[in-house]
């Protein structure tokens, strides 16, 4: 048996013809995540990810057919046999100049998963890819390796992602980047998953329940129910295009486990679940089974597992992937706050004296010596960081929280952990220009957001010393600032323009008290195009539409792509925002090869 031939446009068109069933909204089906294992091997796809010059990660879940009177081997059953599953990669999209090859067997051991380190390759090249089993083929992806050459310059350009939810709306996002044909990779910088089930904890419009459910229905807390709600996020059509048309870099945040997790447990953990630590390495099993992600070298100074780990682009520059979960200290609470992991400051010494102490961290000390030795290397322009949680100070006014004449802080960000924060911009800050600039890529807040990052901030002030940006991305479907102010007193049953309305002039305040926010975006979702030259580097922002009377909340409507709306840029040199003239254009060059 063999599979058809496949190059690029046909791969696009294929992938478009996946997702076009999403034009009419589906009847739920219950068992969602576990439905692919019956469609073929290969029903939950495949994906690649963590692209160096001359390798990068495979993946696929190849589900052994069930014999006669056998249960079908569903993911987190431990059923199934083992069965052996060959992988190719090829310059061709026909499999005529195969690059690499082999076989691997996979078993319940695995939740029959399959993931590949595939050696040898060429850098700045696309590759095809594609595995079979007893007779069967799965479908064919794209991937490319990186551009890491000596002595050449190439283009570099991803989408940054965050935080997509599955009962939160459609990942229309992950479908608008799967149609696009200029990008290297997808950096997904936490929240792959949700914890949460469809009780009384379901997070996520009403308009959805019954229709875009949880599997497992309940929270997540162990290994079956793990496995299960990864599988469920690989069985959405427009996450597998995605996966399938490009290579991914991630990393998890705090609901790949629990919601505001740190070292010894998370808000959303309670004793009667268990011991914290076994759930949490049961929930990192199942994101290294599910993920295209390669273990960095464990011999860097480290605490516990090291995950954070760099990715190298020639002399254009280089991506820190930073990991802010396993070792984080407890964050900060006050009692009687009505928004979660928000705490008001200069009101009482113990809060502001535990936010600003040296002895809480959120990056160990370790990773973060690594991290400021990253940026302080010479020979490239750019020092990407791809971050989860906010490095920009941002003060929110009391007034949009309910509790005017107060000023909160987010604890849960570095705004919580602020000597960590002051140790990374004061070694940022003091670089020479032969270090070249940094830029931050960041997720978990659920807007948008492009920011200059001041060495010292206070309340208003309008002068300060920048030592980079930070741009970060949208929800993929999380509730934003405009669903999260919909819900409260003073707005809830309002129409949506009103909603709107309040969401932008509680933006406004908060630049008032945070003038180097230079640009936020409340109110929809989407992604961020980040694109990289030796000149500058630029975010276009890509929003679902402004919700409106007619169109309430655009994730529950499966034909709403997220379009261009913005774009923002810093130039070599600056370490400061500046406007950008329009959406990017053409690339300077393409990999080799596809």
């Known amino acids: 048996m063999t599979t058809p031939s496949l190059d690029r446009r046909t791969l696009l068109k294929g992938v478009a013809a996946a997702t076009a069933a999403l034009a009419v909204p589906r009847v739920f089906d219950p068992a969602a995540a576990a439905a692919p294992a019956g469609k073929g091997i290969f029903g939950y796809g495949i994906a690649s990810g963590d692209p160096t010059a001359d390798s990068v990660i495979i993946w696929t879940r190849a589900t052994p057919p069930a014999r006669p009177g056998e249960p079908l081997a569903t993911p987190g059953s431990g059923l199934g046999r083992p069965i052996p599953v060959r992988w190719q990669v090829a310059r061709d999209s026909r499999f005529t100049r195969v690059a690499a090859h082999g076989t691997v067997m996979t078993s319940p051991d695995s939740d029959h998963t399959v993931k590949v380190d595939v050696t040898g390759l060429d850098p700045y090249t696309r590759y095809y890819y594609r595995f079979s089993s007893l007779g069967e083929f799965s479908d064919v992806g794209r991937t490319q390796t990186a551009g890491d050459i000596a002595g050449e310059t190439h283009a570099l350009r991803l989408a940054l992602v965050s935080c997509s939810n599955y009962t939160g709306g459609y990942f229309t996002a992950y479908r608008a980047i799967a149609a696009c044909d200029d990008l290297d990779f997808v950096l997904h910088v936490g929240d792959y998953i949700y914890e949460y089930g ?133 964050q900060v609470t006050a009692p009687g706050v009505p928004f979660d992991g928000f705490v008001p400051i200069g009101v009482s010494p113990l809060i502001d004296g535990a936010i600003a102490s040296p002895a809480r961290h959120l990056p160990e000390p370790e990773q973060l010596a690594w991290l400021k030795d990253g940026l302080a290397q010479q020979g490239r322009q750019w020092h990407l960081l791809g971050n989860q949680v906010m490095v920009a100070p941002v003060l929110y006014p009391g007034a949009a929280l309910g509790a005017p004449g107060y000023t909160f802080v987010n604890a849960d960000q570095w705004d919580g952990y602020t000597a960590d924060r002051t140790s990374l911009l004061t070694h940022l800050a003091a670089q020479p220009a032969a270090a070249g600039d940094a830029v931050v890529l960041t997720g978990d807040i659920h807007a948008s957001f492009s920011c200059d990052l001041p060495v010292s901030s206070s309340p208003g002030q309008s002068s300060y010393a920048s030592a980079g940006v930070e741009f970060v991305c949208p929800s993929v479907t999380s509730d934003g600032f405009y669903e999260v102010l919909g819900t409260t007193a003073q707005l809830k049953g309002q129409p949506p323009e009103v909603v709107v309305g309040a969401t932008r002039q509680a933006i406004g305040a908060a630049q008032q008290l945070n003038p180097w926010l230079r640009y936020i975006d409340g109110v929809s979702h989407g992604f961020v195009v980040i694109d990289v030259t030796p000149e500058r580097v630029q975010a276009d922002y890509h929003h679902t539409p402004v919700p409106t009377s007619a169109q309430p909340d655009p994730r529950v409507v499966p034909t709403v792509l997220p379009g261009y709306t913005r774009s923002l840029q810093t130039l070599a040199g600056t370490r400061r925002l500046s406007p950008a003239t329009g959406p990017v254009g053409p690339r300077s060059d393409e990999p080799r090869g596809g």
């Open 198 to 330: 469809n009780g009384a904890d379901r997070y996520g419009p009403a308009a959805l329940a019954g229709v875009r459910d949880n599997q497992p229905p309940t929270e997540t807390i162990d290994l079956l129910g793990y496995r299960l709600r990864h599988a469920l996020h690989k069985a959405d059509p427009d996450c597998r295009a995605a996966h399938q048309a490009l290579p991914w870099i991630t990393i998890f945040d705090d609901h790949e486990v629990a919601n505001n997790a740190w070292a010894g447990g998370a808000q959303n953990h309670q004793a009667d679940e268990g011991p914290y630590l076994e759930r949490r390495a049961q929930a990192m099993q199942a994101y290294l089974e599910w993920m295209p992600f390669r273990m960095p070298d464990q011999t860097v100074p480290h605490q516990g597992t090291r995950f954070f780990k760099r990715f190298t682009f020639g002399d254009l520059g280089d991506l820190s992937i930073l990991e802010t979960r396993q070792n984080r200290s407890a």
